[in-house]
């Protein structure tokens, strides 16, 4: 996968030199460890090996009608405005492109090792305990340093730049959503999945395989899909 | 064996498969929600077959009674024509008659051509 | 203060000075956004209003948005308002209207701005950046001639935009310095420019020129595209990064929730066939089949139900509606299957968006010309000379050919540019609107398979108006009940209890008052229908043209998918003012917005009299006064709820009517009377002028000799 900033992350497609990383801490046990525990663990070199989020986003690009809605529902649901560059969800689309190619949909990943979370300086990025270890900033630490915009290894990064308020933020599958009804987090509503109004946005508990870029994309369609007149492959 | 499946001599596969003046013309529209009611017209048996097949989304418009009479006069098929007013009389529905019409069209054209060989 | 739903500030375009400036939103708040803020923007800023022509240079054209726009309001978040005179209509260009859909409105709005302001005339070719709030007018001669897709194309080529969907952020700063710099921070985004752009049939200033954005999103209605070829405006590019404040973000999120669990037909198991306008599934409104399930419904920005597509073959994407069937007709000619029919017609709507070209006109235009050629009367050498090549009429070739001339005033098109209508007057054939072999019903119009001989509230609204209303608020009727005939299946509603319904709706007019949706023959010409329509207009000048609800979504007055079967129209939950409010803060009653529809469609009344309007020339073409409504014509039945003898409502066929022209007098009469206009001439008067807060456009029609006298 093509990246947007330097990529010195561990994902495999980057930089072949790293991928032994998470291999030595599997192998070690380490996220296991880390499993078991629910609580982050710093290695003797400051690698911080953290829990597993207890959530996921996955998406299934060919479905998306790209209205945007999602985006709005995000931006609202967390701040009040309605904002796509503030959204933690990303829609591309090109107009001038043909399906499946003319819609991305680009969520933020929670990642295992999740690279953005390793590089904040002052854990305002961190595995969330309280929260199902979501992968979160905390506004209140965040001080713009920005390390974690340039650390996430995914095109687009799936960390967003706030230019009014100085901070970084990101999918934090709606705990700090203010705007919201219900509760939000891995055990409650996420705006975005709430707000597609043709299901291309779904909450999994399941993580998906970290190997893969194209873990988190898959199949949202089924049957009435197919009565509509369009493919489910 | 009916009329319309009995073997079809040359002269009339020519006219099934002719366009007709303009002069000649017979009105058929199309409903589509929620766009509205397109007007246009047919010359032809091959363009009815067209106008007629069934799609979710819209629906052909055109006067069953008078569309037989065109049939019979002006394009010179009166197997055929006496086949729909047969099914439009049988069905249940405007639709159906429609859908019953269509498979019959749809045969004798896919005929004439075999007759003529295009 | 905080102006919620707005981005509080106006651009304004001085295109003769090349010169850029701003205007407070705030003053201009009470008309809402869309029509009405353009219509007061209008009032302000064209300071010669008699111009019936939209080329002439004092014309001023008007983009706007709506509070709405880039919210998550269903189906009300994406569509875009245009203002000005037009032109190619007959016998006046009025002012007049267009919408269009897509990401042009949500991005004006992130990048901080309501609406745009277009006045004078560039000495060449200009396009205008706008990124936020800067805003340069620069060098189009290099698109001037580039068809809307390349000029689309190569603006973000300028700009450094990505193509495709694999880029990452695009930081809109100029330099490393300004992105440190919290003053100057410009900010990140990973979507594209939106651009509004015109193509030859716009440049060469025809009446069927165009606005278009994306591939399929237009503004065809009123030859807005000649406009800006007037005007050397090729097209507006816009990105932003900002963000709109609305005033209740949770009751908004509250309501749209409510709208999909309550409204929409649930897309795990959905009614495919229920009675609704806001509750159907996403599904392309196409006039034939898809040519592949390889694809995506693709929606506007905010829309619930999504009516386009994208799709793995190459073409058709984003075209929707009329211009995937304007060439149906002639394409059925030729094809030889369906397959080779489905594609014909998307390549021959890939032409129309390319050149930037109304397809609307060929709505009956196309059967017109189909005509003439057939009668020997148009073709080479023939009375109406053409050398177009009319033995391959229905190919792809031809279409191209066709919209390529008609786009460049070569051949036909020569005569065709300035209006159709007035085409069909200069080669002799007025007998043809006699005689309905051309259906151009009002205004130098087609008219829109909504015959004005049926259905009348679609008639009655556009010849009181400016064109063609394209307002398919009560246009469901007809659709859901003659679908249901046709298919010979049970009623979802029956008469009564629809008319209840939608009655329990309209007001303060008509509420509770089913009778003005009675259309039947003892009825047609009755106040009740006059409170109807102008019900009609008023909904449609404040909740449709203003706020923007998007006319394929809204109104939604029944809805079988609620447990009562009404409709989300006027509810306390998630009707229209309810979004409204959320978003603005504004607290306003559903009748409210009404009142706000009627002091707006007031002003274009108001702008229309210093055009030169007067009751006598409000009449619908002679084939509607002299031919009836062929039964079978179209279909074999045009069904609609009516009264009978006995007072019991049931579906009634409307066809085989005229219009009776002296009834329709009283019929305006009667409509006048009810607005407040002076009956006589159809113009506003003082009282009714200054009880809406419109003194000075009362002084400015006086002076003009153009103020209505007080009824008795």
Known sequence: ?233 | MNATTAPMDAETARRILARLPHAQRFPVGRLVPPVGLLQSSIRSLGELELALRPEPRSLAGLNLQRLAAWIETDVGDPAAAAGVRDVTEASGSYVEACRAIYELIRDRVAAARRVTGT | MTLYGYAGKILHLDLTNRRVAEVGTEKYRSWGGGHGLGAALFWDFCRDKTITDGRHPANVCIIATSPLNGTPVPSGGGRCEVLGVGVGMYPISWFTRSGFGGRFSTMLKHAGWDAIVIEGKASSPVWVDIRNEQVEIRDASGLWGQDTWATQLAIRESMGAPNGVENGWWDLNASAAEALDPARDQGRTTQKPAILTIGPAGENQTAAGSLLHDAGNGAGQGGFGAVWGSKNLKAISVIGTGEIPVADAKALLRARHVTQQKYVTPITQPDFAAWSKIGNVPSPLFMNPPPTDQRRPQACQGCIAGCRARFAVGYGNESTCQETAWYLPAVRRVAKSAKELAEINLRAADVVQKYGHNSFLFQTGLHWLEHLHEEGILGPGKAIHSELPWEEYGTLEFAEKLIHALSHRQDIGADLADGWVQAAYKWGREEDLRTGHMQFSYWGMPEHGYDPRAELEWGYGSILGDRDCNEHCFNIIFTNVTAAFAFAKPMRLEAQELVGIIAGKLSPYAKDRPEVLDFGDANMYSEDVAQLVRWHRHYTRFYKQSALFCDLRWPDFYNTNTPDQRGATASDDAGEHVFWNAVTGDGITFEEGIERGRRIWNLDNAIWTLQGRHRDMVHFAPYIYETPFEKGELFPFYMWPCRDEDGLWRYTDLMGRTLDKQKFEEFKTTFYRLEGWDVESGWPTRTLLAGLGLAEVADALEKAGRLGKEGP
């Open chain 1, 1 to 233: 996968m093509a990246t947007d900033r330097d990529c010195t992350s561990s994902c495999s497609s980057c930089d072949p030199a790293l991928v032994s990383r998470r291999g030595v801490l599997a192998g070690l046990g380490v996220f296991s460890m880390v499993a078991a525990f629910g609580a982050p663990v710093l290695l003797a070199d400051d690698r911080l090996v953290i829990p597993n989020s207890e959530g996921f986003l996955v998406v299934d690009r060919k479905k998306c009608q790209g209205c945007g809605t999602c985006m709005m529902a995000c931006s609202l649901g967390h701040a009040g405005v309605s904002s796509y560059s503030l959204s933690r969800i990303q829609i591309l689309q090109d107009s001038f492109a043909d399906w499946p190619d003319d819609v991305l949909i680009a969520t933020c990943r929670q990642c295992q090792d999740a690279p953005c979370v390793q590089v904040c300086p002052t854990g305002a990025n961190r595995a969330d305990p309280e929260h199902g270890h979501v992968r979160r900033v905390d506004p209140d630490l965040c001080i713009g340093c920005k390390l974690c915009i340039a650390r996430c290894p995914y095109t687009p990064v799936r960390l967003q730049w706030d230019h009014k308020r100085r901070k970084s933020q990101k999918c934090d599958l709606c705990v700090d959503t203010p705007y919201l009804d219900e509760e939000g987090g891995p055990g409650g509503v996420q705006a975005c999945v709430r707000a597609c109004p043709v299901g291309a946005i779904a909450f999994t508990r399941t993580m998906p395989d970290q190997s893969s870029a194209d873990s988190y994309d898959v199949n949202l369609r089924g049957a009435v899909w197919k009565q509509l007149g369009m493919s489910t492959d």
